[in-house]
């Protein structure tokens, strides 16, 4: 169980059913081991953007076979997909998507909302979680009283705090300014060497070139 | 930790459906009041009808169902009957009759304001000769001045009923009050309070027997004697649950030559009837509700679908955290539900409030029908159901990478 990788593509292709149809994907092998922090790396239209999604198994594939821990994610239902979302992987966005009504202690705990862990807990490992990324100070604030760099952190927070075995980054810095953009990179380096396995995906070679493995994507493929 | 995730705790599962409330709790306020306005129509208008029937049904209790009236009738041959000089007498020996006074309507006498009026100008006043114990019969009361006793009751001196007081410019008693009655001056004793169940009275100015013989000539011939009367209504209390076998046999005992002559009623029967007319809630208001709730529900469903497709990418985001599709299908159904409720509530208070206050002002019982308030919870529930239905559907099956694709 420890050898299988956390993540586990084969022959992974996905075609959008219109006309003309789209390969988004062509044929997509590689794997993720615990504890990697990975760059997907290529221009706009590359295909990362549904590599990601069909990755956190937002998107079934047209072909091949994903597994998440072992599992394969195709062979589920919309129950056990959710679950295994829900406590396997964690999503950071680009545009952050904080509850802006809520405070970051709550936007935090969402993340635990749909894993069936008691609200006592939920929100515990909340406070956890904003303590790793920094943000201890933060907890009852609305997220649109902090900046951008700290709601990334929210987002970051809130995508640790049910300790995936997998967080899939979309462009994490891609709105933000690049001394704070850096600083994000800083803790995703971080949480790296704390043991989180971290799939960043990025048009930005300079900034994957930073990261200690690079997966280039040109034209649906692995080059 | 077990794998099923089927269905979000209670608590949770409330808090994420009025996420969308808390976001923006002016424009639920706004899409929840049409639907409180109809729920607050509907409970007002049935509300006030159970209330002013009630008000009515409590008059009915206090007047007393035990009242029959006699009055005389037509001839077979045509023209007014008399009812007999001797049938109070005969009646009184009736089984269960407990009461009993009678008035005679002097049909070619009128009452005025004084000596000056027109002949024509009578106001459809009427004069009576009564029995004194008219008042505790008819369980009425004076409200000005005094009733006529032995001594009045041979002296040219009236008690005026509440209609004929106000028709007369009267509404207090003087020493010195007079009034123009058959040709001559009669001075005023006092006013009654209104009688609800004999009308007639209200519009009646009122002389003991002894001064009708006297003073309007109202007198019979009895084997050569003079006496006052005939009476032409007689008014009977009879033992409570008895009103009916009485009634069958008052006809026969007061005039028995000429039964078919004689006139019994019941006169709680007419209030009885305008409390059921009271109950009988206005039809153009309830649907005016009715509207009013659709119109709520139109709202409801168009805010909701305006909803999803604002909070696409909240759903998106869900989603990925691990929303299954049921669970948003529940969270945006229960939104909706929730919407329609809060307001069906607010409305159903409302309506209680409009009642309590009306209800209060015309002294009634504030009654609120079960199946108004409740009706009114649930239909707001069934909106809610109904026009969140869709909207939730369509969230649900939204593709959550549609859903997350950016603005």
């Known amino acids: 169980m420890s050898a299988a990788p956390v993540l586990e593509l084969e022959g992974v292709s996905k075609v959008y059913r219109e006309q003309p149809p789209v390969h988004a994907l062509h044929g997509v092998t590689f794997s993720v081991q615990r504890g990697e922090l990975v760059a997907i790396v290529g221009p706009s239209g590359s295909g990362k953007s549904t590599l990601l999604h069909v990755m956190g198994t937002l998107e079934q594939p047209t072909d091949g076979v994903i597994r998440i821990n072992g599992v394969e994610a195709s062979r589920l239902d919309d129950r056990a997909l959710s679950l295994l979302r829900a406590r396997e992987i964690g999503f950071v966005f680009q545009q952050f998507f904080l509850a802006e009504h809520a405070t970051v202690r709550e936007n935090v705990a969402d993340g635990l909302l749909y894993a069936g862990v008691p609200a006592a807990v939920r929100y515990m490992r909340a406070d956890e979680a904003l303590e790793r990324v920094g943000l201890a100070d933060r907890a009852t604030f609305k997220p649109t009283r902090i900046s951008g760099g700290e709601r990334q952190r929210v987002a970051i927070a809130r995508a640790l705090v049910g300790r995936p075995a997998i967080v899939l980054a979309d462009e994490p810095t891609g709105n933000l300014d690049s001394t704070t953009g850096a600083s994000i990179m800083g803790l995703i380096h971080e949480l790296n060497a704390d043991g989180a396995t971290i799939v960043m995906i990025t048009h930005d070679a300079g900034l994957a070139d930073q990261l200690p493995r690079r997966i280039r994507m040109l034209d649906g493929r692995v080059s | 930790m077990s794998a099923e995730n089927g269905r979000l705790p209670m608590r949770d599962a409330l808090q994420v459906a009025t996420v969308g409330l808390r976001a923006r709790p002016l424009r639920a306020a706004l899409s929840a009041l049409g639907i409180a306005i109809g729920t607050a129509a509907i409970v007002g208008v049935l509300g006030l009808s159970a209330s002013s029937q009630a008000g009515l049904l409590a008059e009915i209790d206090r007047l007393g169902t035990n009242l029959l009236t006699v009055e005389a009738g037509q001839r077979l041959a045509g023209g007014d009957a008399e009812l007999p000089l001797e049938a109070p007498a005969r009646i009184t020996h009736l089984d269960h009759v407990q009461q009993l006074a009678h008035t005679g309507l002097m049909k070619d006498r009128k009452v005025y304001r004084n000596s000056m009026i027109p002949k024509g100008n009578s106001g459809g006043l009427e004069v009576r000769a009564t029995s004194l114990n008219l008042l505790p019969v008819l369980n009425t009361g004076v409200a000005h001045g005094s009733w006529l006793n032995e001594g009045t009751a041979r002296l040219p001196v009236a008690v005026l009923g509440s209609v004929a007081a106000d028709r007369l410019g009267m509404d207090r008693v003087r020493a010195d009050q007079r009034i123009w009655l058959g040709d001559q001056w009669f001075n005023v004793a006092g006013i009654l309070k209104p009688t609800p169940l004999e009308p007639d009275i209200d519009s009646s100015a009122l002389v003991g027997y002894p001064a009708a013989q006297q003073y309007l000539g109202y007198v019979s011939l009895v084997r050569g004697e003079e006496q006052a009367g005939p009476p032409s209504s007689?008014?009977?209390?009879?033992?409570?649950?008895?009103?009916?076998?009485?009634?069958?046999?008052?006809?026969?005992?007061?005039?028995?030559?000429?039964?078919?002559?004689?006139?019994?009623?019941?006169?709680?029967?007419?209030?009885?009837?305008?409390?059921?007319?009271?109950?009988?809630?206005?039809?153009?208001?309830?649907?005016?509700?009715?509207?009013?709730?659709?119109?709520?529900?139109?709202?409801?469903?168009?805010?909701?679908?305006?909803?999803?497709?604002?909070?696409?990418?909240?759903?998106?985001?869900?989603?990925?955290?691990?929303?299954?599709?049921g669970q948003i299908r529940t969270q945006f159904l229960a939104e909706s539900i929730l919407l329609a409720v809060i307001g069906g509530v607010v409305g159903v208070l409302a309506g209680v409030a409009a009642t309590a206050v009306y209800a209060s002002v015309k002294g009634w019982a504030v009654v609120i029908p079960v199946e108004a308030w409740s009706g009114g919870i649930a239909s707001a529930l069934v909106i809610g159901a109904f026009a969140g239905l869709v909207p939730a559907v369509r969230a649900s099956r939204l593709p959550p990478t549609a859903a997350l694709r950016t603005v």
């Open chain 2, 234 to 325: 007689i008014y009977v209390r009879t033992a409570t649950g008895e009103e009916a076998a009485v009634q069958s046999l008052l006809a026969r005992t007061a005039n028995p030559e000429a039964p078919t002559e004689v006139n019994v009623s019941q006169p709680s029967d007419v209030l009885t009837a305008r409390a059921a007319a009271a109950g009988a809630f206005d039809s153009l208001f309830l649907g005016l509700g009715v509207v009013a709730l659709i119109v709520g529900a139109v709202g409801v469903a168009n805010i909701m679908i305006i909803s999803v497709l604002e909070r696409r990418s909240e759903i998106g985001l869900r989603r990925a955290l691990g929303a299954t599709q």
